[in-house]
């Protein structure tokens, strides 16, 4: 297991105003690290959502945000003249549905945009680099739960081809350029200020405003849901991990929770926080949907010390909070 005690740098992130990335900088910022956020507010969701993320960071004298496309390799490199101790690469176009309607879109931004950070990375000489990745590149791989080690992946939409490309990328980049890469497969990430588009947000609001909720197939897909405090824990371990020189150069590890939870499991557990009860709207299956996710992290507890700790039934009770104190602030903003 590596010593998670590494003395605070100074952080690159990239899609820091995100859902997982605003939590990373809360927790880097706690603890005594200086942190430069890339990210150009996409409007995939509202950025109303992200500049809400990072108002506390921006009165923080160790942070600072650079509102940059990473599409733009030479932006990049123009306004990022700090030295990085690590580069966290998280900005993405990250829905899976969504990349079914706009898969160029989905090239651009998450397979020219690594590459542009790769690049900078090289030529900046800064080796450490931990990137975020998918469960959803190991696709119709059929032996769960799924491994690292695994061969094959089968990725069935082109988010995911695009994550997995990128993989790939960090792989040249490790062997042939001298980075230190790691790649992080996140699996569903959940709890409080998760993206609006992920099933759980999306059935919330819906409840609560008396809706339908479209279930596609007949609800007997499942999940391996991760709660962002165990997927921030993982990407923290991560940076300790590829800033250690002892360590190998080129890594992938799963970062799940190792417990599967059915569509209409999840509906009930939500019926139950929220106390509404769900009205179903049934839908056909979608194309290019993963029927089921399923994280080992044997992996990733023994290099990185990973253990998650919050169950789904606790992270959800935290989001049915977070989201009532959210729709309130919403509607006092209107
Ligand atoms: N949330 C999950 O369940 C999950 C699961 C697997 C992988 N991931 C990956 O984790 C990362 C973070 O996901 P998230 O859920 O926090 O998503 P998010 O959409 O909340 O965060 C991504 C951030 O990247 C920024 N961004 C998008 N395009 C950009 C561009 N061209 N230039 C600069 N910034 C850009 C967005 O504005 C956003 O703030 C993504 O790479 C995503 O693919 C997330």
């Given at each position: 297991m590596v010593d998670r005690r590494t003395p605070a740098g100074h952080a690159l992130i990239t899609g820091g105003a995100g859902f997982i990335g605003s939590h990373l900088v809360d927790s880097l910022l706690a603890d005594g690290w200086r942190v430069t956020v890339v990210d150009n507010f996409d409007p995939y969701y509202d950025p109303a959502i992200k500049r809400r993320h990072i108002a506390p960071h921006l009165?923080?004298?160790?942070y600072r945000l650079f509102e940059i496309d990473i599409r733009d390799g030479a932006a990049l490199e123009a306004a990022l003249t700090d030295d990085y101790s690590v580069i966290v690469h998280l900005a993405a176009k990250a829905g899976v549905r969504n990349s079914l309607t706009d898969p160029l879109g989905y090239q651009m931004t998450n397979v020219i945009g690594t590459q542009n950070l790769l690049t900078f990375a090289y030529k900046r000489g800064i080796k450490p680099f931990v990137f975020g990745s998918s469960?959803?590149?190991?696709?119709?791989?059929?032996?769960?739960?799924?491994?690292?080690?695994?061969?094959?992946l089968l990725p069935i939409n082109p988010y995911a081809s695009s994550k997995l490309a990128d993989e790939q990328l960090g792989y040249v980049y490790a062997q042939t350029f001298g980075l230190r890469f790691v790649g992080l497969r996140f699996f569903t990430v959940f709890g409080e200020?998760?993206?609006?588009?992920l099933a759980i947000h999306k059935f919330a609001r819906l409840m609560l405003a008396g809706k339908t909720i479209p279930v596609y197939g007949d609800g007997s897909s499942e999940r391996d849901f991760t709660y962002w405090g165990d997927i921030v824990a993982g990407i923290r371990g991560a940076m300790t991990f590829v800033i250690d020189a002892h360590q190998p150069n080129y890594a992938l590890f799963n970062l799940g929770n190792n417990r599967t939870i059915g569509l209409l499991e999840m509906i009930r557990k939500l019926e139950n926080v929220l106390q509404v009860e769900a009205k179903i709207d049934w839908q056909p299956w979608q194309p290019g949907e993963m029927r089921r996710t399923w994280a080992d992290i044997d992996k990733a507890q023994q290099a990185l010390g990973y253990a998650p700790a919050t169950d789904f039934d606790t992270g959800l009770a935290r989001f049915a909070v977070w989201l009532r104190q959210t729709m309130l602030i919403e509607a006092g903003a209107h």
């Open positions: 009165l923080h004298p160790a469960s959803s590149v190991y696709g119709e791989c059929p032996r769960l739960p799924w491994r690292e080690s695994d061969l094959g200020r998760q993206r609006p588009d």
